[in-house]
């Protein structure tokens, strides 16, 4: 006898079979209508199995100690790399974390912010109060 397992349940061993921290909704469409989809979506983030950064953008969460609520299992700035990564926008460090990298400044950056290159991004990341910036080489002055 062949049992279906229900999107749900599909969508939760997908999302536990990821080997990477971000999930974007376009990994489900296959699975079913996009109101099935984002319906299972809000049920994860309302149980906490994952944390929304952006539009379509999800990362996988685990329990904080201080707070006994759901937050993402790796920071901001890594998320936010790696969900570059999978929409295969190339970015690289903004002017301030090459700079500190280098050598150039003392100065530790607070926000992560990304040079996009030649491309302008809309796309908002967040997370609670936090977000990542962008910067190109339109706003860049060398």
Avoid: W
């Amino acid at each position: 006898m062949k049992t279906s397992l229900s999107i749900r349940n599909r969508m939760i061993r997908s999302v536990s079979m990821r080997q990477g921290e971000i999930i974007l909704r376009s990994d489900f469409d296959r699975m079913g209508s996009q109101s099935q989809i984002s319906r299972v979506l809000s049920d994860f983030v309302r149980e906490g199995r994952l944390v929304r950064i952006g539009h379509g953008v999800f990362a996988k969460a685990r329990i904080s100690d201080l707070t006994a609520r759901p937050v993402p299992r790796e920071p901001l700035e890594v998320l936010a790399a790696e969900t570059f990564r999978r929409l295969n926008i190339e970015v690289d460090q903004g002017r301030a974390q090459r700079d500190y990298a280098s050598g150039k400044s003392t100065q530790v950056p607070v926000q992560a912010v990304f040079n996009t290159g030649r491309r302008r991004i809309s796309r908002k990341l967040t997370l609670g109060k936090r977000s990542i910036r962008y910067e190109n080489d339109y706003s860049v002055r060398a």
